[in-house]
């Protein structure tokens, strides 16, 4: 007797086949960590480099992209980006295009690299609420990103007071915590497609914040206000909530003003404390995806295509230094 329908039998032929496509771009993608190097002030060069920096028990490894006039002269912006659960530290250049334009602005970019439990493949952050293997072990990630920007700022061409930080997905609320764990050695913050994970953390300083959503978004599907985890820390299971926070953490006088920008919908809070901002994009059509970026795989879902989040998120870190007078007693990181 037939268990089943007949045109049902290939399926386990094509899941393997799709669990074999993942397995290889994922392998090839990251192939290059196995050359990783510790950084170099001597043999800093533009273009990209892998790179691994001992943090605790743990060899982690990041890809640092210097453009072409980077490796010398005044000191230049740093960008950290993020990758997803889904994506890896050599795919963000391309879903992102940040290298690109880092390249025109004069920034450098890193993109470090999460932990799994495959060498190179489905990563992830530990959040405090996400993801997978890196909350399961507790994987110091915030003392991983502490790390990774004092050996930047000591051994790479970095302005200590234009270090920021972006992310997707799981990146994004790892960018959320960052915001608030590392708030004096960060500059401003930008996730896209993520939540924030805490809302009991409290930020050393008012935190500039630019953030991007799809409303056909599957991940963020679920709007809701808030959700308490097993140990009644409340935190936010909507963007809009995760942006609520910021405002009244940055003591917003003004908001949310509602514009347009295109057929997409920009939410911003002003007269903020330290000067800084915080703006929404809710970007119209927008799937789970970087706008204005490319997919990172085959099938990722497809970005949209009118606007940019790259280029409108290096404008926003261009005005949001950090203030002179920011406290920095958990920082330790100097200045010119």
Known sequence: MVSGPVHDEPALPRRRCLALILAAVALGSCIPFGGATPLDRASLRPGDAFHKIRVGDRLRNYLLHVPPDGAGG??????????????????????????????R???????????????????????????????????????????????????????????????????????????????GEIAAIAPVGGRMPDLTCRPARPMPVIAFGGTDDDQLANDHDRYTDERSRPYAFSLGASIDFWAKEDRCSRGPEHSRVGRHDRIAYRGCAAGSDVVLYWVKGGRHAWP?????????????????????????????????????????????
Do not use: Q
Request: glycine share 8%.
């Open 74 to 103: 005044p000191p230049i912006p740093l960008v950290i980006v993020i990758h997803g659960t889904r994506s890896t530290a050599t795919l963000m250049p391309k879903s992102t295009r940040m290298s690109e334009a880092a390249d």
């Open 292 to 336: 204005g970026g490319r997919r990172s795989w085959l099938f990722s879902a497809k970005p949209a295509n009118d606007l940019d989040a790259t280029e409108l998120i290096l404008d926003f870190f261009n005005r949001h230094p950090r203030p002179a007078a920011d406290p920095l007693a958990r920082a330790g990181l100097p200045r010119p």
């Open 105 to 183: 602005r004069r920034f450098d970019v890193a993109y470090p690299m999460g932990t799994g439990s495959f060498p190179f493949a489905f990563h992830t952050w530990h959040t405090g609420r996400c993801c997978g293997y890196a909350l399961d072990a507790k994987v110091k990630d915030v003392d991983y990103i502490h790390a990774l920007i004092l050996e930047l700022v000591s051994k790479a061409n970095v302005d200590p007071d234009r270090v920021f930080v972006t992310g997707f997905s799981d990146g994004a609320m790892m960018t959320f915590r960052l915001g608030c764990d590392l708030g």
